[in-house]
């Protein structure tokens, strides 16, 4: 008896508290969390800097594009679709075609780290830089931590899509819904409220 | 694990509300705009946990937890846009 009970245990049974109430991988959802209070500081400092410089704030917000912004939106959330659906194959027992949507869902990472970077040359060229104010200051480190994680997603679906297991691919997805997430709410906070 | 047809849907209402929210954006209608800008970002960031996420599947606790995440930090945003407005 003793021994059906150590072998269960060993088999990965683990008992991870409130955390095995949560779909998937206990440990992504401690990420997804934690990305969440990182980024949302980072809105919070957004939130600040309007409040104790308005003026400073509309100026550095002014030089932003809301419809580049908004593209990366779409572009994101519609890569959050092609990773889901391929989770969804997966699932289905379907293997080749959950590669196909998750190599579909990092080319649409690889789109938005190209408007991106359109975005960031716009602003080279306008000799706006990490120094140029506060507001850019924030900006950058926002946009760019978030940036890091685009790619660091990109690998970790390449490594899911080659070691494609449905526990694999569906923390590879959830890893990259967390991107989707934080992203869904900078882009509103950074570029549309005035 | 939502269904294909159900992930689908998700995207066109998370496409359609960034479109609005884009628009809402352009025609900067203040306090008001704003306030409808972050209700609909609230909307998307819960389409994303709940069908992306499949957080749906979680317990009521975890669901109301993260959107009482999501809350504080648009509250957040919300608040010092009114205190601007307010203060000298």
């Given at each position: 008896?003793?021994?059906?009970?150590?072998?269960?245990?060993?088999?990965?049974?683990?008992?991870?508290?409130?955390?095995?109430?949560?779909?998937?991988?206990?440990?992504?959802?401690?990420?997804?969390?934690?990305?969440?209070?990182?980024?949302?500081?980072?809105?919070?400092?957004?939130?600040?800097?309007?409040?104790?410089?308005?003026?400073?704030?509309?100026?550095?917000?002014?030089?932003?594009?809301?419809?580049?912004?908004?593209?990366?939106?779409?572009?994101?959330?519609?890569?959050?679709l092609f990773i889901a659906l391929a989770v969804r194959a997966r699932v289905d027992?379907q293997?080749?075609p959950a590669?196909?949507w998750?190599?579909?869902?990092?080319?649409?990472?690889?789109?938005?780290?190209?408007?991106?970077?359109?975005?960031?040359?716009?602003?080279?060229?306008?000799?706006?830089?990490?120094?140029?104010?506060?507001?850019?200051?924030?900006?950058?480190?926002?946009?760019?931590?978030?940036?890091?994680?685009?790619?660091?997603?990109?690998?970790?679906?390449?490594?899911?899509?080659?070691?494609?297991?449905v526990?694999?691919l569906e923390?590879?997805a959830?890893?990259?819904?967390?991107?989707?997430?934080?992203?869904?709410?900078?882009?509103?906070?950074?570029?549309?409220?005035? | 694990m939502p269904s294909a047809r159900r992930l689908v849907?998700?995207?066109?209402?998370?496409?359609?509300?960034?479109?609005?929210?884009?628009?809402?954006?352009?025609?900067?209608?203040?306090?008001?705009?704003?306030?409808?800008?972050?209700?609909?970002?609230?909307?998307?960031?819960?389409?994303?946990?709940?069908?992306y996420?499949n957080?749906?599947?979680?317990?009521?606790?975890?669901?109301?937890?993260?959107?009482?995440?999501?809350?504080?930090?648009?509250?957040?945003?919300?608040?010092?846009?009114?205190?601007?407005?307010?203060?000298?």
């Amino acid at each position: 008896m003793n021994t059906a009970v150590e072998t269960e245990t060993d088999a990965g049974t683990d008992d991870w508290g409130a955390l095995s109430a949560l779909p998937g991988n206990p440990l992504m959802w401690v990420l997804i969390l934690s990305e969440m209070l990182v980024f949302g500081a980072l809105l919070a400092g957004f939130a600040a800097m309007h409040l104790i410089d308005p003026a400073g704030h509309a100026v550095g917000q002014a030089a932003l594009d809301p419809i580049m912004g908004g593209l990366n939106t779409i572009v994101l959330v519609t890569s959050g679709l092609f990773i889901a659906l391929a989770v969804r194959a997966r699932v289905d027992g379907q293997i080749r075609p959950a590669r196909l949507w998750s190599a579909a869902a990092m080319v649409l990472g690889v789109v938005f780290l190209a408007v991106k970077a359109v975005e960031y040359a716009d602003k080279a060229a306008l000799g706006i830089g990490m120094e140029t104010s506060n507001f850019f200051t924030l900006y950058y480190l926002t946009t760019g931590f978030h940036a890091a994680h685009v790619i660091a997603g990109l690998v970790v679906l390449g490594l899911v899509s080659w070691k494609c297991t449905v526990e694999n691919l569906e923390t590879g997805a959830a890893f990259w819904h967390m991107i989707d997430l934080v992203w869904v709410l900078i882009y509103p906070v950074v570029y549309l409220i005035r | 694990m939502p269904s294909a047809r159900r992930l689908v849907l998700a995207w066109a209402l998370l496409t359609a509300l960034t479109v609005a929210s884009m628009v809402a954006g352009s025609m900067g209608a203040g306090m008001g705009g704003a306030a409808v800008i972050l209700a609909v970002t609230l909307i998307k960031a819960r389409q994303i946990l709940d069908i992306y996420l499949n957080l749906r599947a979680a317990t009521t606790g975890w669901r109301v937890a993260f959107t009482a995440l999501i809350l504080l930090i648009l509250g957040i945003v919300l608040s010092a846009l009114a205190l601007a407005q307010v203060l000298p």
